[in-house]
């Protein structure tokens, strides 16, 4: 399916939905199809500028977009810009003839495709269709970490997790290569909800190379938030408390939290002494080994 198969579905639906289109749509209809065949310069292109100043307003914007992109092809991301603008004021109508208009100069446009997800998302739209603009929109944008997070919850209400986690897993690698933080956050946290205790490893160990990419205190904040979600699982919690204290070894808390999760684990036992002491963290003086309240108050709470 292309992007004008995919207009034109929603083209329909809005039809019966909302009754959206009204007598500017046909009339731009009419003047478009004269404006595709237009050559990229000469009389009749002006001339057809000036009219344009003279029309609706509406139609003056579409019609000055189609002689936009005559003009100049990459002019693309204005028109999506201009079809957000229509689409917040709640001219649904208006956004997508922007859609088509882009679509039309350049079939593959990736922001024909943003433009259309966004329509169809606001739609309610077919799973299906919103999946299938999704997943086309991805095609072109390898690195669009936003919309690997929809196409997941896409999966996930089709009871499709694998898939989910898999659309994550990606969005994980990509806001690496992108080195964003803020998104690497957003689907770390979104997949460390989904996968098993077995397969956190491999977060882990995808945080711990991202620090070669992204700033060590910015990965620091993420293993921090998945240790406060994650802290009743006492082996995981280890592991990611030693990530934090691998790119940061003078954090205070991060120790006292290992030592206390190391108490959950061992008790008082000398398994229990010894990784305290392979960690570093008798040396330092920061704990002994042979304090029985503490032990006590541990032991009180691996049982409530």
Request: charged share 35%; aromatic share 4%; proline share 2%.
């Amino acid at each position: 399916m292309n992007i004008e198969q995919i207009c034109n579905i929603l083209d329909s639906e809005a039809i019966v939905q909302t009754n959206l289109f009204s007598h500017e749509v046909s009339e731009y209809e009419t003047l478009h199809n004269s404006v595709k065949s237009l050559e990229t310069s000469g009389k009749e292109l002006q001339n057809l500028e000036k009219k344009v100043r003279g029309l609706e307003k509406p139609l003056a914007k579409f019609l000055k977009a189609d002689i936009d992109l005559i003009k100049n092809k990459s002019d693309d991301k204005a028109m999506k810009t201009l079809g957000e603008k229509a689409f917040k004021n709640g001219k649904l109508e208006h956004a997508l003839l922007f859609a088509r208009i882009i679509s039309e100069y350049d079939s593959q446009s990736i922001y024909a495709l943003d433009l259309i997800c966004v329509i169809l998302k606001k739609m309610n739209a077919d799973a299906s269709l919103q999946k299938e603009a999704i997943e086309k929109y991805l095609e072109q944008d390898l690195l669009d970490t936003h919309y690997l997070q929809e196409l997941s919850k896409i999966h996930l209400q089709e009871g499709k997790r694998d898939n989910a986690i898999i659309d994550l897993k990606k969005g994980v690698q990509r806001s690496i290569r992108k080195n964003n933080p803020q998104e690497l956050k957003i689907c770390s946290i979104s997949l460390d909800e989904l996968i098993e205790p077995n397969d956190k490893k491999y977060l882990m160990s995808t945080l711990s190379r991202a620090t070669k990419t992204i700033e060590k205190e910015k990965i620091n904040s993420i293993l921090v938030e998945l240790e406060k979600r994650n802290h009743d699982d006492v082996e995981y919690s280890i592991s990611l408390l030693k990530e934090i204290l691998a790119n940061d070894p003078k954090n205070a808390k991060a120790k006292n939290n290992l030592v206390e999760q190391y108490r959950v684990l061992y008790g008082g036992s000398e398994r229990c002494e010894f990784c305290l002491e392979s960690s570093g963290l008798l040396s330092e003086g920061k704990v002994k080994s042979n304090q029985p309240a503490d032990a006590g108050r541990i032991k009180r709470r691996k049982h409530t």
